[in-house]
């Protein structure tokens, strides 16, 4: 018999997210070609289900369907309610929640999260969840070990994965632990994604461009910006830039930023090699040189601490390719 996943769809759900788990599931097959999931989408009360779109979809099953699936899948939820509910769920969706045997899987897509964490089904268990929401489900859900730089979280039971295309990469890991990894790069390959992905959320995080408002210490790390390619910026030239003393220059820095010289420095010269990664086909010599690494042993060093990735992956994931001649 297939393995049952049930997909609960919840008001807002996102279409493209409620459909990962049916599509990757779905293109399962042992070696006579027969499915190896069968997977079938449900809601509270079995009502049609509005999407976060300008269409509503309807479904076949209610939530009945949860308590004899062996996997269920909660697909994402436009967050805007999640974000204002104080981490409250809708009486209906915690019950339903709460109906499911302690012996069945539980997978979140993206802000899935949110709702298992509501639910108590995370209590003291690390997790992962979209990096945008991150912040607020620490202050919502403080006993949950969240960790935002990754792409899923598998605890045995409960798995959560990030953004919606991590639901993908979630699928796909719960394929390979139940049938290995040869179906599962079967699977890949016919869905078209990468049977495994490098890194994690860190590479997909946009750094705003810094504020340099009317600190004490603006000026210097203005000043520091444009002297990223060289080798000077040294804590004593960053100081005497300041008219401060070292310590002083010290404690003010990490006051107003939050981040020691040396790491801001450090961050500032990533975010650089990553601009000329996505933009240009520098050579990663040319690119650790002009971001002040000095050589591209030290550039992927510090790449792969705050991205998890190298140089040359990044790039691959990011830089447009080049047209393809008529």
């Known amino acids: 018999m297939p393995h049952r996943v049930a997909v609960l769809a919840l ?34 009360g079995g009502r049609p289900v509005r999407t976060s779109e300008d269409f509503s979809i309807i479904v076949e099953h209610d939530e009945s369907l949860l308590a004899t699936a062996d996997t269920v899948v909660i697909a994402t939820q436009e ?23 302690e012996t069945t899987r539980l997978v979140s897509i993206c802000t899935g999260s949110y709702h298992l964490a509501a639910a108590g089904l995370l209590e003291e268990l690390p997790a992962t969840t979209h990096w945008a929401h991150a912040s607020r489900f620490r202050e919502l859900f403080p006993h949950v070990d969240l960790r935002p730089d990754v792409l899923f979280v598998d605890n045995g039971r409960v798995l959560t994965s990030a953004g919606g295309a991590s639901g993908v990469d979630l699928c796909l890991h719960v394929i390979r632990v139940d049938h290995g990894a040869e179906v599962a790069n079967a699977v890949a390959r ?4 990468p049977p495994h992905r490098d890194g994690g959320q860190a590479q997909f995080i946009e750094r705003p461009v810094p504020v340099m408002g009317d600190s004490t210490t603006a000026p210097t790390r203005e000043w520091a910006l444009g002297r990223l390619r060289g080798s000077s910026l040294t804590l004593e030239a960053l100081a005497e830039h300041a008219g401060m003393s070292v310590r002083t220059f010290t404690r003010r820095f990490r006051a107003e930023v939050g981040l020691s010289p040396n790491q801001w420095i450090t961050q500032q010269r990533v975010d650089r090699a990553r601009t000329l990664l996505e933009t240009t086909a520098l050579p990663v010599e040319t690119v650790a040189y002009e971001a002040g690494f000095g050589s591209a042993t030290l550039l992927r060093q510090h790449f792969r601490t705050a991205l998890g990735v190298s140089p040359q992956a990044y790039r691959r994931t990011f830089r447009a390719p080049e047209p393809a001649l008529a």
């Open 11 to 44: 008001d807002r759900v996102i279409p493209f997210d409620l459909g990962i788990a049916a599509r990757v599931f779905g293109a399962a097959r042992d070696a006579d070609g027969a499915k190896l999931y069968e997977v079938r989408t449900c809601s509270v």
């Open 79 to 101: 967050p805007t309610g999640l974000l204002r509910s104080e981490g409250r769920l809708p009486d209906d969706v915690l019950s339903v929640l709460a109906s499911v045997p």
């Open 190 to 193: 016919a869905v078209v994604v």
